[in-house]
């Protein structure tokens, strides 16, 4: 039967040399071709469901949820999950620290399992990114790449709902991605994403990120280690529920992730 473990960071090493001690719950020993990692923070009106919906996909999955200690709750909703399904783990973080380092240690929980799963797809937790499109992510994995994007910006791609600003600061984070660090892909900001294993142990010494600039970070190390990116038409809608945590402050970060990239050559 499923057990519960609580496992500790240092355990896990999910973040070598800090002194946080994050908790992880759920059984540490399931087996799953695919690990799906929902970074949270404040999603407590989206996240039953949405954890719903992808327990029902033909798939042999276990979910990995990152929550930052979101005052409305969200961590207990899931707790309540764990005693419905089996394959759900769950790991917070004392406080709001970013989405890019909640990615990073949703890898290195998943690498770090006895059996880590081929394949890891990170999605947002506000339902824009639709669950049942997981499947087309993870059928174009059969071409040995190392990163499959669900692209809104080729062709056959959409946003729906989204302000005219939100679209600009969208659009712009793109182009400056495209042609100041090189990266040719019409969407590399994209967050809903597959990854293979293999490519994420190669690459997961190098993720430094600390917010949203982590999607530029990961198909810069793909392209420099030479793994295969590929782009599948998805359709983003805007969060229905609960608020974008978009910041300035992440904005600015993404800024100077950039600069520093260039100022200090691509290889980075
Ligand atoms: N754990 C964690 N999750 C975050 C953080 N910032 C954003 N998220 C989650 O990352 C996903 C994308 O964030 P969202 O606010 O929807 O950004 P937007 O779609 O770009 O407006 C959502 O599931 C958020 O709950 C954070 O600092 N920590
Ligand atoms: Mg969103």
Redesign the pocket.
């Known amino acids: 039967m499923f057990g519960k473990k609580l496992i500790n960071q240092q355990e896990l090493l999910i973040s070598e040399g800090a002194s946080m001690s994050y908790q992880l719950t759920g059984n540490v020993d399931v087996h799953s071709e695919v690990g799906v990692i ?6 407590a009106e989206n996240i039953e469901k949405l954890i719903a919906e992808i327990e029902n996909l033909p798939l042999n999955a276990s979910i990995l949820v ?3 200690y979101s005052p409305d709750k969200t961590a207990e909703i899931v707790k309540n999950l764990q005693k419905k399904y089996g394959n759900i783990l769950l790991c917070v973080r004392p406080e ?4 890019g380092t ?1 990615i990073t240690d949703g890898f290195k929980i998943f690498l770090s399992l006895k059996t880590s799963p081929r394949f890891i797809v990170t999605m ?3 339902y ?1 990114h639709n669950p049942k499109a997981i499947l087309q992510l993870l059928s174009s994995m059969q071409c040995g790449c190392g990163v499959v994007i669900g692209s809104r910006y080729c062709r056959g791609g959409r946003t729906a709902g989204w302000p005219f600003t939100r679209k600009i600061i969208s659009r712009a984070a793109n182009t400056v991605a495209k042609s100041v660090v090189g990266l040719r892909l019409n969407d590399c900001t994209s ?1 809903f994403r597959c990854y293979s294993a293999g490519f994420l142990r190669e690459a997961i010494g190098s993720l430094h990120s600390q917010t949203y600039e982590i999607q530029i970070e990961t198909v810069k190390q793909a392209l420099l280690r030479g793994f295969g990116i590929k782009e599948v038409p998805i359709l983003f809608v805007n ?1 229905k529920r609960g608020k ?3 910041t300035l402050a992440e904005v600015q970060s993404y800024i100077s992730y950039i600069f520093k990239t260039v100022a200090y050559g691509r290889k980075r």
């Open positions: 929902l970074p949270t923070y404040r999603e990152i929550d930052d709001k620290s970013g989405l909640a947002d937790a506000d824009s967050g969060r974008s945590k978009l």
